[in-house]
């Protein structure tokens, strides 16, 4: 499947952006590579279209977006579970995620 991927660019490695996902929980994601979740941890989160991806990206200005391809998780988690009803619309969680082209 096709969505979008928010990522903070740190010294030319690409990593997890998230307000409430950092430490141990972040993951490296590397250019045309799939990507999967750290051991054990939670789904990988992107988003269903550009508009949605675009309106989280509005209020930081050292992340990228990038268009991936990705596998649809297929575990009973939510993303509403995950973060207890605060994930932006639009945000689907994925078993992995390929960084394909660089958008913003």
């Known amino acids: 499947m096709k ?3 928010i990522v903070r660019n740190i010294k ?3 990593y997890s952006f998230s307000f409430l996902v950092d430490g141990e929980l972040r993951v490296e994601y590397k250019y045309r590579k799939a990507t999967f979740p750290n051991g054990g941890k939670p789904p990988l989160f ?3 279209s550009l508009s949605h991806a675009m309106e989280a990206y509005r209020l930081y ?3 990228d977006i990038y268009q991936c391809s ?3 998780y297929k575990g009973l ?3 509403n579970i995950i973060y207890c009803g605060v994930t932006p619309e639009g945000t689907v ?3 992995s995620v390929t960084l394909l082209k ?3």
């Open 3 to 5: 969505g979008y991927k």
């Open 12 to 14: 030319g490695k690409h």
């Open 46 to 48: 992107v988003f269903d």
């Open 61 to 63: 200005s050292d992340v």
């Open 70 to 72: 990705y596998k649809e």
């Open 77 to 79: 988690l939510t993303p």
């Open 93 to 95: 969680l994925a078993d």
């Open 102 to 104: 660089l958008v913003k």
